[in-house]
C-alpha cells in the first residue's frame, strides 16, 4: 500500500504493509533512531510521536490511518523552542529522565504542557498557569504511561512545574 | 522484513450504506474502530486479514453526540477524550471517572466507545459501567443480504465469561443510548492494571437511588477481564428496598454471598481478585450507610 505523508517536516510516499504498526514503520522503513520499542502494542509507552500535533502511541497507529498525516518524532522534536523549555527545566531541576526513556518522557511532558497550555486559553480571564494549582493527580497519571523506573514521581512533576514556568514566561515575553 | 505477507486491503466507508454493502461483500473483514486492543494483540502483525480491514475512521454518523431530555446517544467511533471533554455536563460522574480511568489523555484520543464495547473477548471498564447505567446499543446486524436494527441492553451484549455477542457475525454497532435519568449513589473502583495486567486485575461498579430512608434501583456489576462479567440481580434486589444504614452484619454477609456466587459460577478468578472485589464492595456499602447518617 502507498502512504504518503509528512514525516519530521518531510514529504514521502512509503510502501508498506497497511496494518503495519507506525513505530515499526519508523524503526524499519526509515530507521528512525528515537524510538526504541518493542512491546507490541502493551502500552510500554516508549514509542510516542506527535501525529498532526497530538502525541500518540505510534504502537497503536496502522499505517492506512496516517495517510495525510503530519508526524513529528522526537528527532525533530529536539530542534524546537518546546523543546527547549523542557531541557531547560531538566538543567534548572538537575534531573533528566535515563537515555532508555528520555525521548518518550520529553514527549510525554511536551504532550502535558500543550494540554495546560490549551486549558489556560480557554479560560483567558484566568491567572496564567503558573499561579494556578497543578492537578499532581492528573499529571501523575499522564506521567505513567511511561513504565520506565529511573525517576521518582516527584523529580518529574517538578521538571513538568519548571517546564510549564519556562514556556508561560516565553509566551508572555512574545505577547508583550 | 515480512516478505510474503500480504498488504491487507483497507475499505473505508462514510456512510452506513455504503459500510452494509463492503460488509455483504466481505463479511469476515475485520472492522476498526479505534485499533487499540486489536493492535496490542501478541499476533497482530505480521499477519494477514484475509477479507481486508473496514476503517470506521470516515463514517460520521458515528461520530455524534446527541441528546434531549431523557437520554444522551453517543456515537461508536467518539472517542473517550471527546466524550470526556463534551460530555462533562450531561454524562453521570460515574461514567466520567470510567472513561478518566481508561488510560492516559494519549490513550483515550485512540480509545473508541464502540471499540471498547466490541472487544471480543475481555470486558473492561466502560462495559461494567454502562451495564449498571441501564445504557442499551444500536446493533446493525447483516445477514443474508438483509439488515437488521436491534436495541440490545448492554448487560445482555456479553456472556456470564464476559464474551461478546451480537447476534450475528457480521454486525456493528452503531450508538449507545443512556438514560438521563440516573441514582445519586454511584461508586466505580478498578483494581489492577486491566491493559498490562489484566489477570490480577477487576473492575467494581454500583448504582443507586436513595429515597427517604430506603435504597432502590440498585445495580451491581463486577467484572474481571477475560474471566467474569457478573451482575447479581439477586444481590440486587437484596439490596433494592433496604433501609438505610444497612446493619453491619447484613454488609458483612451480602459480601460473602457475592463471593460464593462468584466461586460458584467462574472458577478461573484467583483468590485474591475475590477478596479484593468482596472488600471493595463492602466499601461501598459503609460509604452507602456513612452517607445516609451524615
Not at chain 2, 499477519?47 to 455524534?64: N, T, V, Y
Request: charged letters at 25%; hydrophobic letters at 40%.
Amino acid at each position: 500500500m502507498k502512504i504518503e505523508c509528512t514525516i519530521d517536516g518531510k514529504a514521502l510516499t512509503l510502501s508498506v504493509n497497511s496494518n503495519k504498526p507506525l513505530s515499526l514503520i519508523l524503526m524499519e522503513d526509515l530507521e528512525n533512531q528515537s524510538l526504541t520499542s518493542y512491546c507490541r502494542g502493551n502500552a510500554c509507552g516508549n514509542c510516542i510521536v506527535m501525529v498532526n500535533d497530538e502525541a500518540v502511541l505510534s504502537c497503536l497507529v496502522p499505517a492506512f490511518r496516517i495517510r495525510g498525516a503530519k508526524i513529528r518524532t522526537f528527532e525533530n522534536y529536539q530542534r524546537s523552542r518546546q523543546y527547549r523549555d523542557i531541557e531547560r527545566a531538566y538543567k534548572a531541576t538537575g534531573s533528566r529522565p535515563c537515555p532508555a526513556c528520555f525521548n518518550a518522557r520529553s514527549m510525554i511532558i511536551e504532550s502535558i504542557l500543550q494540554d495546560l497550555s490549551s486549558s489556560n486559553k480557554q479560560h483567558a480571564t484566568a491567572p496564567l498557569a503558573k499561579d494556578v494549582k497543578l492537578d499532581k493527580e492528573k499529571i501523575i497519571r499522564e506521567l505513567s504511561l511511561n513504565t520506565c523506573q529511573c525517576m521518582d514521581m516527584a523529580e518529574l512533576i517538578q521538571i513538568v512545574e519548571v517546564a510549564l514556568g519556562y514556556r508561560n514566561r516565553r509566551r508572555r515575553v512574545r505577547r508583550s | 522484513m515480512y516478505e510474503g505477507v500480504r498488504s491487507p486491503l483497507v475499505y473505508t466507508p462514510r456512510s452506513i450504506g455504503e459500510f452494509s454493502t463492503i460488509i455483504f461483500r466481505h463479511p469476515q473483514a475485520i472492522l476498526w474502530a479505534g485499533g487499540t486492543h486489536l493492535m496490542a494483540s501478541p499476533d497482530y502483525y505480521p499477519s494477514e486479514a484475509r477479507d481486508g480491514i473496514i476503517d470506521l475512521a470516515f463514517m460520521d454518523e458515528l461520530k455524534r453526540i446527541t441528546r434531549n431530555d431523557r437520554y444522551v446517544e453517543i456515537g461508536a467511533m467518539v472517542t473517550a477524550r471527546q466524550l470526556l471533554s463534551a460530555g462533562r455536563l450531561l454524562l453521570p460522574p460515574i461514567l466520567q471517572q470510567t472513561l478518566r480511568s481508561m488510560g492516559t489523555q494519549i490513550v483515550r484520543r485512540q480509545v473508541t466507545v464502540g471499540g471498547s464495547l466490541c472487544i471480543s473477548d475481555a470486558r473492561l471498564s466502560l462495559s461494567t459501567t454502562l451495564a449498571i447505567l441501564s445504557a442499551s446499543a444500536e446493533v446493525k446486524r447483516y445477514d443474508q443480504g438483509k439488515v437488521t436494527t436491534v436495541w440490545i441492553p448492554v448487560a445482555k451484549l456479553y456472556d456470564k465469561e464476559g464474551k461478546l455477542n451480537l447476534g450475528s457475525k457480521s454486525a456493528l454497532l452503531t450508538r449507545i443510548r443512556i438514560g438521563l435519568e440516573f441514582g445519586d449513589f454511584q461508586r466505580f473502583v478498578v483494581f489492577g492494571d486491566p491493559i498490562r495486567k489484566s489477570d490480577e486485575c477487576g473492575i467494581v461498579a454500583l448504582h443507586a437511588k436513595r429515597e427517604q430512608n430506603g435504597l432502590s434501583k440498585v445495580q451491581f456489576c463486577v467484572t474481571f477481564p477475560r474471566k467474569a462479567f457478573h451482575i447479581s440481580k439477586d444481590l440486587e434486589s437484596k439490596l433494592s428496598g433496604s433501609a438505610l444504614p444497612i446493619h453491619p452484619e447484613k454488609v458483612n454477609m451480602l459480601s460473602h454471598e457475592l463471593v460464593a456466587e462468584l466461586t460458584k459460577m467462574h472458577s478461573t478468578i484467583s483468590d485474591l481478585q475475590l477478596e479484593r472485589a468482596r472488600r471493595i464492595f463492602e466499601s461501598f456499602l459503609h460509604d452507602l450507610n456513612s452517607q445516609s447518617l451524615s
